[in-house]
């Protein structure tokens, strides 16, 4: 969190200033702060409106239903939120999940809501923020990389008017390609339109440069001008692209595909629906979880790992900390609460975080500002929404994600370590049959390379008239067979035989099952007269051994210390060095020949 401990505080006090932050902030709050505070959250306000009718469409709900899903969040994250920048609301790529588990109804998206919620309070009541540790770089990267192409390729459809294409990624593009002929020419000339016009402004802003105090006032107005329309971009393409289908609404003949009416009003305040009724009965809510199936772990995993990995890059770019188990707290809340006014799942949005944090925000006030903008958005203009063309918001959908996908990160780990593409990959492509199956296999990929790791540590052999081992890492159950086998194999190769000394300098642990591998090797080599020694152990690895009182059991404070032990004791003169890596580097011992 950000702002200095107040000296002298109880522990009472710091518990409950990390579970209300906002206690922390709102003392020092000043009339600068709010000023800035106004101006970001209207600014985002700006740019949550369009987003959120677009991102319901992804979601195939109704359009209402993407605010509101947008406001809650940010009155909840004001008090509880650890981040100054981030604001919480509909995503696309929560949105997608959505799509997937809620089957384009409401009823399940928001209970989906609620139980997400639920389960994202209870991780962070138990303190288990890092088991979101275990989901590594490249399965997330792989997963948005994928969500990208998956989104936007989900809005060709109404870029070009076409109606009853198949929610499953692959019969879309057969089903797209296939009728392409069916274009209606209105849509697609108003999405191209509107897809320009938000790459010119998003290209515009990013290489205008903030006007010196120097220069003509004329400049500055005019560069601050620019800057506020580019930030605002969204909003201004659907308020343009609006008044054209209003304007061919007046005239008599409408070749748009426009959004339809909304509900005027806010969302009324009530439960979560426990069952939903069909037309045959009702479905009990035993059977809506089930249906859910494992949409209950993938989206709270995502929600939280989204909020998560965006409030730990802008907390580090603006120098100041955040609590992952309180932004399991406030994601939780938030999401509970959302669901009683007809939510679906929210998370961190990472394109309005950087609006947030561009405009200069000071505190989660901001929130605040978006939120009543929402509302008053739900209030006066929902009347209007409904001569939105559906091209405008797949234009808006298709600029917010396209950034996503991460074209370098595939020859990065390429230079970096190219076993980790092999998650990245696996991830990547089973995303595009299921989100859940691309996810849960990224993990398992990622696990089962880091269980190689842990059972084929790397180790590094050396004969200086002795034979030194040095294991590359700690030593634990899955390890010890191999362990063994390396030992015996290198000591009863060697002619003359010659004492084995284990370097431990790397070994910062060690479980039972090695230390039980180790005493069986001990007693192994003392069959055939040959000493097994032990150096540079650290002190829970010392304290290890020693307990298990292993019989024959030496060690010394260096290698060097014990190869003059052993030369003494064997009368070896001899000197030479095999290493049995590559290139001097350290290979897992299940490679060494």
Not at 189 to 200: E, I, R
Request: charged share 15%; aromatic share 8%; net charge neutral.
């Amino acid at each position: 969190m950000w702002g200095p401990r107040e000296p002298g505080q109880r522990w009472w006090q710091r518990a409950v200033l990390r579970r209300l932050p906002v206690l922390g902030w709102l003392p020092r709050y000043s009339l600068s702060c709010l000023r800035l505070d106004l101006i970001a959250g209207v600014t985002v306000g700006l740019t949550v409106v369009p987003q959120a009718l677009a991102y319901a469409e992804v979601a195939g709900l109704p359009v209402q239903y993407g605010l509101y899903s947008s406001f809650v969040g940010c009155f909840v994250y004001c008090l509880l939120g650890t981040a100054k920048d981030v604001t919480l609301g509909p995503t696309a790529i929560m949105s997608l999940l959505v799509s997937s588990y809620a089957f384009h109804d409401p009823a399940y998206a928001v209970l989906l809501a609620f139980l997400s919620g639920c389960i994202q309070l209870a991780m962070g009541l138990l303190h288990l923020g890092f088991l979101l540790d275990f989901v590594s770089c490249p399965v997330i990267k792989g997963f948005t990389s994928a969500a990208s192409i998956t989104i936007s390729f989900n809005q060709v459809k109404n870029i070009l008017g076409l109606q009853g294409i198949p929610r499953q990624f692959f019969l879309q593009v057969y089903e797209t390609l296939r009728r392409i002929g069916e274009t209606r020419v209105g849509d697609a000339v108003l999405g191209l339109s509107c897809l320009a016009a938000l790459a010119g402004l998003r290209a515009m802003k990013s290489r205008l440069h903030p006007a010196a105090s120097t220069e003509p006032l004329a400049t500055r107005a005019s560069i601050l001008l620019i800057q506020s329309c580019a930030t605002a971009r969204n909003a201004l393409v659907v308020l343009a692209a609006g008044l054209v289908a209003y304007s061919f609404q007046v005239s008599g003949s409408q070749p748009l595909t426009l959004t339809g009416s909304v509900p005027c009003g806010l969302p009324p305040f009530r439960p979560p629906p426990f069952s939903k009724a069909v037309p045959n009965g009702t479905v009990p809510f035993g059977r809506m979880v089930q249906d859910m199936g494992a949409g209950l772990a993938v989206v709270p995993l995502v929600g939280v790992l989204e909020t998560v990995a965006i409030a730990k890059a802008f907390a580090s770019q603006n120098d100041y900390r955040i609590d992952a188990n309180q932004e399991l707290l406030a994601m939780g809340t938030a999401n509970i609460l959302g669901s009683f006014f007809s939510s679906y799942p929210i998370t961190g949005s990472f394109g309005r975080t950087a609006v947030n944090a561009q405009t200069g925000v000071c505190t989660p006030m901001g929130g605040l500002v978006t939120g009543t903008l929402v509302l008053l958005s739900l209030a006066y203009l929902t009347s209007l929404f409904c001569y939105i063309p559906k091209a405008a918001l797949a234009a808006v959908i298709i600029s917010a994600v396209v950034p996503m996908f991460d074209a370098r990160i595939f020859r990065t780990l390429w230079r970096v370590k190219r076993l980790d593409l092999v998650p990245l990959c696996v991830t990547f492509l089973l995303c595009f049959w299921e989100v859940q199956y691309g996810i849960m296999a990224g993990v398992l990929v990622s696990g089962i390379l880091l269980l190689y790791s842990v059972a084929r540590p790397p180790i590094k052999v050396l004969e200086q008239g002795v034979l030194v081992l040095q294991p590359g890492s700690s030593l634990h159950f899955p390890a010890a067979d191999h362990l063994q086998d390396i030992i015996r194999d290198r000591a009863l190769a060697a002619s003359p035989p010659c004492s084995v000394i284990l370097d431990c300098h790397h070994v910062s642990s060690i479980d039972y099952t090695a230390v039980v591998g180790l005493a069986e090797v001990l007693q192994d080599l003392h069959k055939h007269g040959i000493s097994l020694v032990f150096c540079s152990l650290q002190d829970p690895v010392l304290r290890a051994l020693l307990a298990a009182d292993l019989e024959g059991f030496q060690h010394f404070l260096s290698w060097e210390e014990a190869a003059r032990c052993s030369e003494a004791e064997l009368g070896v003169s001899r000197t030479a060095y095999i290493d049995s890596t590559d290139e001097s580097s350290l290979l897992p011992a299940g490679l060494i020949q």
